[in-house]
């Protein structure tokens, strides 16, 4: 599933691949992946228009043009291709085609993506990647959630999913079940330490399904430093694991 990092590669590849073309046409027939817009909105708001900038909030990217603001979210499975090869059975639920020939597709196997015009971003949080010290404490530390449902909000910061939780709370040694209020500015200052470099790995190693937790998160994994069997529960609605050893409730372990 796309988090952060994979949607901070696709903001890289259109900023480094698709910036300062002329577009010539767009398909937007896909009226599930395009709504609320109708058939052939997209198209006439954006052909003639040069893309200019790609800009990206936690799983959230937008593509500012000479005339509307394109918004792309990949959703469960979807991934950006900038001058690629076709898709295999009509995948690119969303294109634009470029005055030069070349092509930007939205591909989802799933139909899980989205493409719209001028996006909300009202009910976003900061940046994962990009939040200060003081509003992270302000935010993350606050409240009776389990610290891995306070990760997930996407309104307290945006970008962080189910993986990258994992990740970053075994990196910090924090438990997923820790009320995030009860933290200490010490423990919220290394979770922050621990989200910024696990994004960082994540995004110079080609996604979270890459971490130095993901080998061992499975049934009958164990941790990666210390070898006690994972912990495995559902937190925040979504599955999740830690060591039981070093992850303690009550505290650091």
Not at 57 to 62: A, P
Not at 107 to 116: H, I, P
Request: hydrophobic share 40%.
């Amino acid at each position: 599933m796309p988090e952060l990092p994979e949607v901070e590669r696709a903001r890289a590849a259109i900023a480094s691949r698709a910036l300062g073309r002329t577009i010539a046409a767009v398909d937007d027939a896909d009226t599930f992946v395009c709504r609320p817009h109708a058939p052939g909105e997209i198209a006439a708001a954006l052909t003639g228009r040069v893309l200019e900038s790609a800009h990206r909030r936690g799983k959230t990217m937008w593509v500012e043009t000479s005339g509307p603001v394109l918004g792309l979210h990949l959703g469960m499975s979807g991934h950006v291709v900038v001058d690629g090869e076709p898709a295999p059975r009509g995948w690119d639920r969303f294109s634009v085609t470029f005055v030069d020939g070349g092509r930007l597709a939205l591909r989802d196997k799933r139909r899980l993506s989205r493409a719209v015009l001028d996006p909300d971003l009202s009910g976003l949080g900061p940046d994962a990647a990009e939040i200060g010290r003081d509003a992270f404490r302000r935010r993350v530390g606050r409240g009776t959630l389990p610290l891995k449902a306070r990760l997930l909000d996407q309104s307290t910061i945006a970008g962080v999913g189910n993986l990258l939780a994992d990740e970053t709370l075994w990196r910090a040694r924090l438990s997923p079940l820790r009320l995030s209020g009860e933290l200490n500015s010490q423990e919220l200052d290394a979770l922050r330490r621990a989200l910024r470099a696990a994004t960082r790995d994540a995004i110079s190693r080609g996604g979270v399904h890459n971490g130095n937790l993901m080998p061992a998160r499975r049934r009958g994994g164990a941790c990666p430093r210390c070898g006690t069997p994972l912990e495995r529960a559902t937190v925040g609605g979504r599955t999740t694991f830690w060591c039981p050893r070093e992850q303690v409730a009550g505290g650091p372990g």
